[in-house]
Nanobody, 127 residues
Framework: QVQLVESGGGLVQAGGSLRLSCAAS????????MGWFRQAPEKEREFVAA????????SYADSVKGRFTISRDDAKNTVYLQMNSLKPEDTAVYYC????????????????????WGQGTQVTVSS
């Protein structure tokens, strides 16, 4: 059974940092694009960051550029999201997802391109 399990969320003060992890199991995702999305209360789920494979690069939402960094460790079947300079508006449930048919990060901002999703991890940034 394929699973994506996020961890690393929590409560942090504005200006602080968190590192989210997404551990995949059930199959290798080394040939899948991986992404992070978030959903704040009463808002739609939105794209945060994505990483391709085999030179597929990375992409970021404008709201997190320069503050967040996505990376992957295929040996561990894990993708990470390093979040620095956190703001209260970053408060949301963060989801990781895998896209089996896309290797370019530039194509991974659309949620419908992902076929596996994790359950999410809460990130709360206090002011």
């Amino acid at each position: 059974q394929v699973q994506l399990v996020e961890s690393g969320g929590g409560l942090v003060q504005a200006g602080g940092s968190l590192r989210l992890s997404c551990a995949a199991s059930g199959r290798s995702f080394s040939s899948s694009g991986m992404g992070w999305f978030r959903q704040a209360p009463e808002k739609e789920r939105e794209f945060v960051a994505a990483i391709g494979w085999s030179g597929g690069g990375t992409s970021y939402a404008d709201s997190v550029k320069g503050r967040f960094t996505i990376s992957r460790d295929d040996a561990k079947n894990t993708v990470y999201l390093q979040m620095n300079s956190l703001k209260p508006e970053d408060t949301a449930v963060y989801y990781c997802a895998a896209a089996s048919f896309y290797h370019l990060a530039s194509l991974l901002s659309l949620s419908q391109r992902y076929d596996y999703w994790g359950q999410g991890t809460q990130v709360t940034v206090s002011s």
